[in-house]
């Protein structure tokens, strides 16, 4: 089945204690984002990656980091996470550059920071 | 950048009744407009979409305008059923412009049976 594997679903952590999303597609596409969604302000790109090792900021990057070492795998990492990341975080995967076409979406990981 | 915003935010309708949600973008440049839908506990999944040099598209009971002229687009739905409740994002993308998608803020419908 096609499909973009996020882990955790849920994931409830303390200020400061470095986290890793994980973020796995088996459709051998080129195009992957990090959204985060909070309510009133829709879905929020932090990241994307074009292709292996290609990665650019998107409109909410700060705080995180990326990488794209291989192909299927796009992993989040929160360095020193922060209350004001606390939010709902989705992996998206595409064929076409700008989602078109569709972006795949992974089920979200719920991350709470105290 | 591009800024999408969405109207309106939450939208209660008896099932059989149609539902309209609107967009309206920023960047004149935009050439393409996907509506998603997301059910409870799931990531959002594309329903329908429309590129710039087309005015109107229809997939059954869902069907997206576009007025490029005014920069904004909307969904209609006809024949609402519950299974239609859900939060709907419109968003907007220059297409080949290294992988920018813009999403509004989101519309909560929900048919009432």
């Known amino acids: 089945e096609a499909q973009v594997t996020q882990n955790p679903r849920y994931l409830i952590t303390v200020t400061g204690k470095k986290l890793t999303v994980t973020c796995s597609q088996n459709?051998?596409?080129?195009?992957m984002s990090w959204y985060r969604q909070d309510p009133g302000l829709g879905l929020r790109q932090i990241y994307y990656?074009?292709?292996?090792?290609?990665?650019d900021k998107g409109d909410v990057p700060e705080g995180y980091k990326v990488s794209r070492k291989e192909k299927r795998n796009f992993p989040l990492i929160l360095e020193s996470p922060s209350p004001n990341q606390t939010s709902l975080y989705f992996c998206a995967s595409s064929l076409y550059p700008d989602g078109e076409y569709g972006y795949t979406f992974g089920s979200g990981t719920r991350l709470t920071v105290v | 950048g591009e800024n999408v915003e969405q109207h309106p935010s939450t939208l209660s309708v008896q099932e059989g009744d149609s539902a309209v949600i609107k967009c309206t973008y920023s960047d004149s440049a935009s050439n393409y407009f996907p509506w998603y839908k997301q059910e409870l506990g799931k990531g959002p999944q594309l329903i329908i979409d429309?590129?710039?040099?087309?005015g109107e598209k229809k997939d059954q009971r869902i069907a997206v305008t576009l007025n490029k002229t005014a920069k904004h687009f909307s969904l209609h739905i006809t024949e609402t059923q519950p299974e239609d409740s859900a939060v709907y994002f419109c968003?907007?993308?220059?297409?080949?412009?290294?992988?920018?998608?813009?999403f509004g803020g989101g519309t909560r419908l929900m048919v009432k049976p």
């Open positions: 990656s074009m292709n292996v090792e290609v990665t």
């Open positions: 459709m051998n596409h080129e195009y």
């Open positions: 968003a907007a993308s220059r297409g080949n412009a290294g992988n920018m998608l813009t």
């Open positions: 429309i590129r710039s040099n087309v």
